[in-house]
């Protein structure tokens, strides 16, 4: 159910928004420049950014495993965080929306970040003004009271209405609002709808400058430090996301998984579909949404794709995306929603391309020890192993529902493809230490 506000307020007073956003940054530039470098723990350095300190490391640890081709890609170096988190302290009068100070719980306002797109600051700058004029409260963490916790900006900059060139620079936002309640029926709820309806008339398609994509609503009161809450509601503006990656249309809930450089991962994705063999099988391993999967089955290349990702919640966007699939691509795609983990060896089999996306902590030591023995060609033990295992996997009914694809994409006869194992890995890392290991 949609929340109703009781009241609609006013339109902004003092924020007469610019026709356009304006950025201040020289994207010649390698210095942040950031006014909130050192108090905030965001960035760690801000000098040289196109020559990062762990850059020689990463050259000599390839070197010394014999790979002196190594090459590296930068993209933007200033306003390319085009997805946020952000926690909301303070007061009415004086809202902070940041991130924490480096080993505390004390916010660090940053509403300058040079790291953020411009439309993000934007809307934050707007969310500051709502919260102190309908007297929001933030979130008081030592009491847990408060309405407002957090706050997570999310950009999108497909617009088929406006060049291509110009799609970067006017995107907008979906802001996700962490509301400190159980529900939108609690007693709070009706300020959560007075500030969905001053954002959405202050940055929506009837103010100055439309800013604002969406709104959504997550309930959250839980002590620990998990952000978002089970129970999220669409608020206003567009229910689906959009962004173009790899060629082709994603659909992003705000609780599905979403790179915050999107020019980057965009590049790496055109990249990545190089390396795929024409003709191969793939299996996508932590493949959240789908977006590797869906872009490789695009590509024509395959002849099968399986995704397999732990996060049951994806399951929506990945069918939304794979609705927007050119027609014909002579490759079967399936979403399977399990743990890639617990039966590693199984994902495996039948697939002749394994690419793994692993979250910052790394790859699961099973799924190393899988990798492992395929590299060294046990493939023999892997098949009595799977006959071995047949009957008691039948006892345990879950373990084969994991198996069946919970999205089937094409009608393409899947060939039987048992015996066919990895001849190649693509690894995509975020956390370098462990991608070392």
Known sequence: PRLKP???????ASLPPPPVIVSTMDPASTCLNCTHFGSCSGCTHEFYLDKPPVLQEVTDFFSAHGIEDFTFSRGRLSEWRCRAKLAVRGTPEKPLIGLYQEGTHIVQDIPECRAHHPSINYAIKLLKQGISELGVQPFDEDAGTGELRYVQMTVTTYNTSIPVAQRYEQARVQVSLVWNSRDERS????????????????????????????????????????????????????????ERFGGVDICLDPYSFGQANTLS?????????????????????YSGAGVIGLAIAASRKCRSVRCVEINKMSKLSFE???????????CTITWHNTDASAEPIHWLEGSSVAI????????HPSVINALQRVALSERKAFKAKSSLTKVKDEKRPWILRAREPAVHVDSTIMEESSGIWPETLIYISCGWDSFKK
Do not use: M
């Not at 965009?266 to 063999?277: A, R």
């Open 356 to 363: 793994v996306d692993p979250p910052r902590k790394g790859l």
């Open 187 to 242: 007693k709070n709820s009706e300020k959560l709808s007075l500030l969905q309806e001053f954002l959405w008339t202050n940055g929506g398609p009837r103010s100055n400058l439309h800013v604002i994509h969406s709104i959504w609503a997550n309930f959250q009161t839980s002590t620990s430090n998990i952000i978002f809450g089970h129970k999220w509601r669409h608020i206003g503006g567009e229910a689906d996301l959009w």
């Open 320 to 330: 939304k995306s794979a609705s927007r699939l050119p027609p014909n691509l002579g």
């Open 6 to 12: 009781v009241v609609a307020p006013k339109p902004a």
């Open 265 to 285: 991962f965009n590049s790496l994705l055109h990249k990545l579909i190089k390396y795929v063999p024409r003709g191969s099988t793939v299996v996508d391993l």
